[in-house]
């Protein structure tokens, strides 16, 4: 077959323009990721997970972050009251080493499967 | 509930609200209710927030100082204002209420005593907001976090 007969067969595929959402609902929260929880080499406390926020790479920078609420959000199958967005709320306790990661505890322990996922820190309760 | 002065607020201060449905807008802060909380309002024809109340701790504090004077808040606009108007006839228990969906709902609008003393006070504030450069377009502006920016490292 010459190129121009193969052009000729594949059909032609719709542009569609994506509307930009107008008015987004702003960021008011720093990423994080849950790396595990606390641990010893081989027993880990799954009360406490550990949380290593994006830019905050020492002890000191980890003071900011203390007390602030923190949610993992996920999609469940089933929808309740409209929504199937769920969310995990807890808070940072304390930091955890000297490279910025911190520790937070989550009102229902985060499930393993969290684990790599994204986490929300929220900037209150503020102090600023 | 202490009422201790807050060194960074004060009557004028631009806040930044953290929670709810206008969550990123930048207000005018009044005054301290009795029970704690903060009074603040857009302007309304602003930003869209009406005389609200939100929780110190929710709220970013700037910098940014708009110079009301001595401005008087109405002694009417006080932890009362807020809270919702009971219905006559016990609503909630009646079999109307239970067929009734969420979504059909009537939203209470506000009523004239309302909309007479948001006018009041946000007429001053917009002459004071009007004299200083960009403020108004300030004030219009969402708060958000952009990529690279670090609450931590921020200075409001």
């Given at each position: 077959?010459?190129?121009?007969?193969?052009?000729?067969?594949?059909?032609?595929?719709?542009?569609?323009?994506?509307?930009?959402?107008?008015?987004?609902?702003?960021?008011?929260?720093?990423?994080?990721?849950?790396?595990?929880?606390?641990r010893g080499l081989t027993t880990q406390k799954t009360g406490t997970s550990l949380i290593k926020i994006v830019g905050v790479t020492t002890r000191k920078e980890t003071e900011w972050y203390?007390?602030?609420?923190?949610?993992?959000?996920?999609?469940?199958s089933r929808h309740h009251n409209g929504s199937n967005v769920r969310t995990i709320w807890g808070k940072i306790t304390s930091a955890h080493g000297n490279s910025g990661i911190v520790r937070?505890?989550?009102?229902?322990?985060?499930?393993?499967?969290?684990?790599?996922?994204?986490?929300?820190?929220?900037?209150?309760?503020?102090?600023? | 509930?202490?009422?201790?002065?807050?060194?960074?607020?004060?009557?004028?201060?631009?806040?930044?609200?953290?929670?709810?449905?206008?969550?990123?807008?930048?207000?005018?802060?009044?005054?301290?209710?009795?029970?704690?909380?903060?009074?603040?309002?857009?302007?309304?024809?602003?930003?869209?927030?009406?005389?609200?109340?939100?929780?110190?701790?929710?709220?970013?504090?700037?910098?940014?100082?708009?110079?009301?004077?001595?401005?008087?808040?109405?002694?009417?606009?006080?932890?009362?204002?807020?809270?919702?108007?009971?219905?006559?006839?016990?609503?909630?228990?009646?079999?109307?209420k239970f067929f009734t969906k969420k979504q059909d709902l009537k939203k209470v609008g506000l009523n004239e005593t309302q909309t007479k003393l948001q006018n009041q006070i946000d007429k001053?504030?917009?002459?004071?907001?009007?004299?200083?450069?960009?403020?108004?377009?300030?004030?219009?502006?969402?708060?958000?976090?952009?990529?690279?920016?670090?609450?931590?490292?921020?200075?409001?």
């Open positions: 077959m010459s190129q121009e007969q193969k052009k000729e067969i594949k059909p032609k595929k719709k542009q569609i323009k994506k509307k930009k959402k107008q008015n987004k609902s702003p960021r008011l929260h720093v990423d994080g990721i849950f790396m595990g929880y606390r203390l007390g602030k609420k923190v949610a993992f959000v996920y999609n469940a937070a505890k989550f009102k229902r322990n985060l499930p393993a499967i969290a684990m790599g996922k994204k986490v929300r820190v929220m900037m209150y309760p503020s102090n600023i | 509930m202490s009422l201790q002065q807050d060194p960074k607020i004060s009557q004028g201060t631009v806040l930044i609200l953290l929670i709810g449905k206008f969550k990123g807008k930048r207000v005018v802060f009044l005054k301290k209710l009795s029970s704690g909380l903060l009074l603040v309002t857009g302007p309304y024809n602003v930003n869209g927030v009406p005389l609200t109340r939100i929780k110190r701790k929710y709220v970013i504090a700037t910098k940014t100082k708009v110079d009301l004077g001595e401005l008087v808040v109405p002694e009417e606009i006080n932890d009362k204002f807020f809270t919702p108007q009971k219905p006559i006839n016990n609503w909630e228990k009646t079999e109307e001053p504030i917009y002459e004071a907001i009007k004299k200083v450069q960009y403020l108004k377009e300030y004030l219009t502006a969402r708060f958000k976090l952009q990529k690279g920016q670090l609450p931590h490292k921020m200075k409001f």
